[in-house]
Antibody
Framework: EVQLVESGGGLKQPGGSLRLSCAASGFTFSSYSMNWVRQAPGKGLEWVSY????????YYADSVKGRFTVSRDNAKNSLYLQMNSLRVEDTAVYYC??????????????WGQGTLVTVSS | DIVLTQSPDSLAVSLGERATINCKSS????????????LAWYQQKPGQPPKLLIY???TRESGVPDRFSGSGSGTDFTLTISSLQAEDVAIYYC????????FGGGTKVAIK
């Protein structure tokens, strides 16, 4: 059974940093590109970042470019999102989501349950 | 970025009746080289992550009931629930992957 479990969320002050993790199981993690998608409370979905299987291709939404860094460790079946210079508008549930192709971000067939990041003073 | 506009924002449908959700793209998401529309649909129930329903605008994901169908091409797309069931109460989102991925604003489906 495919499982994606996010962790690392919490309350941070503006300007702070946080590192999210996503532990994958039930599939060959190294064969799938991965994404982070977020959802502000009561709002819609916003794609955040994409990373290819070998980490050779990485994309970010303009709203997080230069502040967030995505990475993965295929040996540990894990995906990460380093979030720096946090802003109030980064408050959201962050989901990791499995992509279905190797070379670009397409549709997402499995999602984790999400981890809540709250940025507030 | 490509903007997806969903309509209506919400709708209430009687059990067993048809529900129709629209998604309009700010530019064509039909890729000429493969003649595919780069659009997916998701269902999100309260407190749950989104669930993939349809990709390539009309291909149903494995395990998704056949009362869910997707149609359209170019800039105009539709998700249809042919006979609404109680478990279909949710918010539905379209998503394009032609360019940088973007989602529509969502359509909330309720029982009348």
């Amino acid at each position: 059974e495919v499982q994606l479990v996010e962790s690392g969320g919490g309350l941070k002050q503006p300007g702070g940093s946080l590192r999210l993790s996503c532990a994958a199981s039930g599939f060959t993690f190294s064969s799938y590109s991965m994404n982070w998608v977020r959802q502000a409370p009561g709002k819609g979905l916003e794609w955040v970042s994409y990373i290819s299987t070998s980490s050779s291709t990485i994309y970010y939404a303009d709203s997080v470019k230069g502040r967030f860094t995505v990475s993965r460790d295929n040996a540990k079946n894990s995906l990460y999102l380093q979030m720096n210079s946090l802003r109030v508008e980064d408050t959201a549930v962050y989901y990791c989501a499995r992509d279905t192709t190797v070379h670009s971000s397409t549709w997402y067939d499995f999602w984790g349950q999400g981890t809540l990041v709250t940025v507030s003073s | 970025d490509i903007v997806l506009t969903q309509s209506p924002d919400s709708l209430a449908v009687s059990l067993g009746e048809r529900a129709t959700i629209n998604c309009k793209s700010s530019q064509s998401i039909l890729y000429s080289s493969d003649n595919k529309n780069y659009l997916a649909w998701y269902q999100q129930k309260p407190g749950q992550p989104p669930k993939l329903l349809i990709y390539w605008a009309s291909t149903r994901e494995s395990g998704v009931p056949d009362r869910f169908s997707g149609s359209g091409s170019g800039t105009d797309f539709t998700l249809t629930i042919s006979s609404l069931q109680a478990e279909d109460v949710a918010i539905y989102y379209c998503q394009q992957y032609f360019g940088t991925p973007t989602f529509g604003g969502g359509t909330k489906v309720a029982i009348k």
